[in-house]
């Protein structure tokens, strides 16, 4: 717990985080981290202390431990029991749950994202999905950074798990996104972020539209061939959603959406999620494509609702019945993956005991990169000043066998301490 440092004193809101290693660009830096809980903003250190002379309400000592931004997940489908695409009654409670939860596990912000969907339930839920951080209120918990619709414009032939019945190609250009998701979701900011199949009828022509909309596309559960990703890219595709899972895989002589990772200029190359839960990928796979483009690299855990659930079998909305084994997620009676239950740290620590990463590169994946991707640089995934104060004091763990953890020990949002490991009985 933070410590007093005078209780006399008029309170500033400010807090001075001490004995740390902060994640700095490629490097961890031993140096002090002044914030705001007013303004709820990390503060320029040496203006504050030697010009204002403000001195810190509380100081934390983070004891050689490190201090990072809080995680961003852009592709997270439900956890904790609540699942972004129901239709529950009190959806707001189970949302605003989910919030106070997903904080405590270092996730300070995330895309709600829903899986192909009919219009229906666009039109129920997506009105509760948008950017929530408006009010800056700490004890919210997680932020939605705004929705993440994945799909419906998608192949048939790369479903996935997504439901047959509602994929759709866009025939009629724009207009038939508009049908599918709602006129006010594609002009409002509620969207953030498209995942869709740039060979699908109609879909490649409406990239420009979309993204002239501040909306993200990213290429998904797709058959496009190296020429046909280039030139989504072209009309503005900047991103790649689950990286191998759902696409056609890298052949020599058609390396695929996996090909245009190794173009030679920056804005040529998109973003790229994977899903590094030890299940969707080989860690190997996984340590590919870091080395392909260690920038655009973002590591995503495409959860569903089960995450932060205890093991066991749950009943699912289509009337299936699902078995939650640790991260793994499959159809009762049968192999089939139907899905992540894995948490960002998870990912993390797993991607961080596979390669030769350093922790600044593995955490740069969850922080830096996705803020960056959502036009976000600066305000989130940083610990420059100015930047939200939303962070992460984390312990690393290395044992016998070469497995590394990193553990979530203090969550901060907005320059306010909302998740204490060392104190279960604090918190939201
Ligand atoms: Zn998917």
């Not at 201090?67 to 972004?84: C, E, H, K, S, Y």
């Amino acid at each position: 717990m933070p410590m007093a440092v005078s209780p006399e004193r008029p309170r500033t809101g400010i807090t001075k985080f001490t004995g740390g290693r902060l994640v700095k660009g490629n490097q961890l830096v031993e140096q002090d981290l002044w914030v705001s809980s007013v303004t709820g903003k990390i503060l320029r250190s040496q203006e504050i202390f030697y010009e204002h002379h403000v001195v810190p309400d509380d100081v934390v000592d983070v004891k050689g431990r490190i201090l990072a931004p809080g995680f961003i997940d852009v592709q997270l489908n439900g956890a904790f029991g609540f699942d972004f695409s129901t239709d529950a009654a009190d959806y707001q409670k189970g949302l605003e749950r989910l919030n106070r939860q997903l904080v405590r596990t270092g996730v300070t912000s995330y895309l709600p994202t829903l899986p192909s969907q009919g219009p229906e339930v666009y039109c129920k839920v997506l009105r509760y999905l948008g950017p929530s951080g408006v009010s800056r209120s700490p004890f919210d918990g997680s932020e939605s950074l705004g929705a993440h619709c994945e799909g419906p414009f998608i192949s048939p032939s790369k479903k996935g798990i997504h439901d047959l019945q509602v994929l759709q190609e866009a025939i009629n250009g724009f207009s038939d996104l508009e049908v599918c998701y709602g006129i006010e979701n594609l002009s409002s900011g509620i969207i953030s972020m498209i995942t869709g199949a740039p060979e699908v009828a109609g879909i490649k022509s409406c990239i420009p539209e979309i993204t002239r909309r501040g909306i993200r596309f990213a290429m998904g559960h797709t058959e496009v061939t190296y020429e046909q990703a280039t030139e989504a890219i072209e009309q503005g595709a900047t991103m790649v959603t689950h990286l191998f899972n759902a696409m056609r895989p890298l052949h020599h002589r058609d390396p695929g959406i996996f090909g245009v990772l190794g173009k030679a200029k920056g804005k040529e190359r998109p973003y790229y999620g994977v899903i590094a839960d030890g299940i969707h990928l080989h860690p190997t796979t996984v340590k590919i494509a870091w080395n392909a483009h260690p920038d655009s690299f973002i590591l995503v855990t495409d959860a569903m609702k089960t995450v932060g659930l205890p093991d066991g079998v749950y009943d699912w909305t289509n009337g299936d019945r699902w078995v939650k084994k640790g991260a793994l997620l499959t159809r009762e009676g049968s192999d089939t993956i139907a899905g992540s239950s894995a948490t960002l740290i998870e990912c993390v620590s797993n991607f961080w005991t596979w390669s030769h990463a350093s922790i600044p590169e593995v955490i740069r994946a969850v922080t830096a990169t996705p803020a960056e991707m959502l036009g976000l640089r600066g305000r989130k995934g940083t610990l420059d000043a100015d930047a939200d104060a939303d962070l992460l004091v984390l312990d690393t763990q290395e044992d016998a066998s070469g497995k590394r953890t990193l553990k979530v020990e203090q969550v901060w949002k907005f320059g306010v301490l909302v998740h204490d490991a060392s104190n279960e009985e604090f918190g939201l």
